[in-house]
């Protein structure tokens, strides 16, 4: 199975801030790799496909960089709505696994 | 809009089975896998499996293999995951998810989920 690590595990940042999440992959799996935010009582939401790739009516201060092995996905400006927990996932092969998320909390 | 609705809020005992249903809207049903993922309370995002509603082929996660059977009518466009023989390590927000792929882009992502079946296993 592939293995996804992401880090920081938590952060805690303030309105404004510019927030950097990485993630790297156990073995090459080109541009792969999806982001999704997950907040309390509500579905998961893909925020960022094909590493790059901005998904559709999601802000434009998300975005994703990366290939091969390691990965990033960045908020250039927080905002209160982007309090919430951020997990990366290979798209590579099957099992398609997660990374361990992040939880971005109010600094 | 594509809408995925799941089944509601589910309390098991430890040893039982548990059904969560997926029903899909907006879309045609067959042209798309769904997957099923859960997350335990404080955990992350663990993958179970998917199935291809216009075969019925699925695979599953070798941690579940052997107790998650995951099936589709395509009659009511509704999917369905069952897994049996229920401990307290279960108890979990289950989700299913639709998965999508566009020509040019590597891989394949979620989107969208369902709103999540909270399953809780208790004796």
């Known amino acids: 199975d592939i293995q996804m690590t992401q880090s920081p595990s938590s952060l805690s940042a303030s309105v404004g801030d510019r927030v950097t999440i990485t993630c790297r992959a156990s073995q090459n799996i080109g541009s792969s790799v999806n982001w999704y935010q997950v907040k309390p009582e509500k579905a998961p939401k893909v925020l960022i496909y094909a590493a790059s790739s901005l998904q559709s009516g999601v802000p434009s201060r998300f975005s994703g960089s990366g290939s091969g092995t390691d990965f990033t996905l960045t908020i250039s400006s927080l905002q209160p709505e982007d309090f919430a927990t951020y997990f990366c996932q290979q798209s590579y092969m099957t099992p398609r696994t997660f990374g361990q998320g992040t939880k971005v909390e109010i600094k | 809009q594509v809408q995925l609705v799941q089944s509601g809020a589910e309390v098991k005992k430890p040893g039982a089975s548990v059904k969560v249903s997926c029903k899909a809207s907006?879309?045609?049903?067959?042209?798309?896998?769904i997957n099923w993922v859960r997350q335990a309370p404080g955990q992350g995002l663990e993958w179970m499996g998917w199935i291809h509603p216009a075969s019925g082929g699925t695979d599953s996660a070798q941690s579940f293999q052997g107790r998650v059977t995951l099936t589709r009518d395509t009659s009511i466009t509704t999917a369905y995951m069952e897994l049996s023989r229920l401990t307290s390590d279960d108890t979990a927000v289950y989700y299913c998810a639709r998965v999508v792929a566009l020509a040019g882009k590597e891989g394949s992502w979620f989107d969208p989920w369902g709103q999540g079946t909270l399953v809780t296993v208790s004796s």
């Open positions: 907006g879309y045609t049903f067959t042209d798309y896998y």
